[in-house]
């Protein structure tokens, strides 16, 4: 399947229902996209993301700036130095770096397994709380997927009342157990796995840094 028969794919979609399956962050910033004609007019956009997303690219560093408060409690409770204090700051939004990119590699890990078997990844965050598509005759096969077990917001929840999309998560947050087992794509299951998640990240990382 080529790019552009995966936007395709998308866009047969999202025009299918496009209220309810197009992202509120677009019609924020574009008049009237919830119908067909509306997203007709921004599919330069929308490719645009669709394609961009799928490109390797590094972790980014948080633009937020640390918390001096913080640095205070380190020092008074914990007995950490001011030039401690200043390591941790940098390791701290090095942390939040790795850990920011964590879900889009598993995404991107996901795709690798998931698209040669038929679906399509909703690369560029512009289809409402669905990560996978998979068209079967005229019935659509909808999947959410997040890395962590408490990563889900209310809104996701609420969208998918009524709605079949099957939801997965890879780890549980308060015990580290992990739920490849349970992917509920039964071809995909066997070919998914940590060990594979930790080789492709390993491999992207290095292919990035260009070692």
Not at 64 to 75: A, N, Q, R, W
Not at 149 to 159: Q, V
Not at 182 to 208: C, G, H, M, T, W
Request: hydrophobic share 35%.
């Amino acid at each position: 399947m080529t790019i552009e028969t995966k936007f395709q794919t998308i866009i047969e979609y999202i025009k299918f229902d496009p209220k309810n399956n197009l992202s509120g962050n677009f019609g924020k910033a574009i008049s009237k996209p919830y119908t067909v004609t509306g997203v007709d007019g921004i599919l330069d956009k929308l490719k645009e993301k669709f394609v961009s997303a799928r490109i390797p690219s590094p972790p980014t560093f948080p633009k937020t700036l640390p918390d001096e408060v913080v640095s205070l409690v380190m020092k008074e409770y914990y007995d950490k130095t001011d030039k401690e204090n200043e390591k941790i700051k940098i390791e701290h939004q090095e942390s939040m770096s790795a850990e920011n990119i964590v879900g889009e590699l598993l995404e991107k890990y996901l795709a690798s397994v998931l698209e040669p078997l038929g679906w399509v990844w909703c690369s560029g965050d512009f289809v409402k709380a669905v990560d996978f598509i998979k068209k079967e005759g005229s019935s659509w096969k909808l999947l959410q997927v997040k890395n962590r077990s408490n990563t889900e917001n209310s809104s996701s929840n609420k969208i998918r009342e009524g709605t079949d999309i099957e939801k997965w998560f890879r780890i549980n947050a308060y015990n580290g157990k992990t739920f490849w087992e349970d992917f509920p794509e039964e071809k995909a299951k066997k070919l998914l796995s940590e060990e594979n998640f930790k080789k492709f990240v390993r491999e992207y990382i290095q292919n990035i840094k260009g070692n």
